[in-house]
């Protein structure tokens, strides 16, 4: 059956955007992974004084670094070092691991409903500007939504 000359161009663009996407998905499965598997193994392995460098940078809060506070940085960072090894899974195939892609955009969900509903406190309790607390949601919702966006369809 021929389809004509348009349809094999309306095709091939649909495969070049199908493509575009894959790709773009793929790298913010990567940055997502490689982010967290990261601060995972710095969680659980960093000094205090590294600890209190990465949070500082990376979250803009200062906590006070006692050590109920490092014992809960290294349980919590068990769970980021789990959560990066399960986005490279995905990152190297997100067909064969999509099953994971939704349990990596919950934990960005509820991330988001926890800063929302702590918002002030996470200011009080380490010190941290409403703009630094802003750009942490704003982040939360570009990595949490361009996985939704751009997961691949089946």
Do not use: C
Not at 2 to 31: D, M, P, Y
């Amino acid at each position: 059956m021929n389809f004509g000359e348009g349809s094999s161009i309306r095709t091939g663009e649909a495969t070049v955007r199908k493509e575009t996407s894959l790709t773009l998905f793929r790298a913010i499965a990567w940055f997502v992974a490689i982010y967290h598997a990261i601060l995972g193994l710095i969680g659980i392995f960093g000094s205090p004084g590294v600890l209190s460098q990465v949070i500082a940078w990376t979250y803009r809060l200062h906590p006070k670094l006692d050590p109920q506070f490092l014992l809960l940085v290294r349980f919590t960072g068990s769970y980021l070092l789990a959560l990066g090894i399960m986005m490279m899974m995905v990152a190297r195939n997100p067909r064969e691991y999509s099953v994971f892609i939704w349990p990596a955009v919950a934990m960005f969900a509820t991330r988001l409903i926890d800063i929302t509903m702590n918002f002030s406190g996470i200011q009080t309790a380490f010190g941290a500007g409403p703009i630094d607390v802003l750009i942490t949601v704003g982040l939360i919702v570009f990595f949490g939504g361009t996985l939704i966006v751009f997961k691949p369809r089946e």
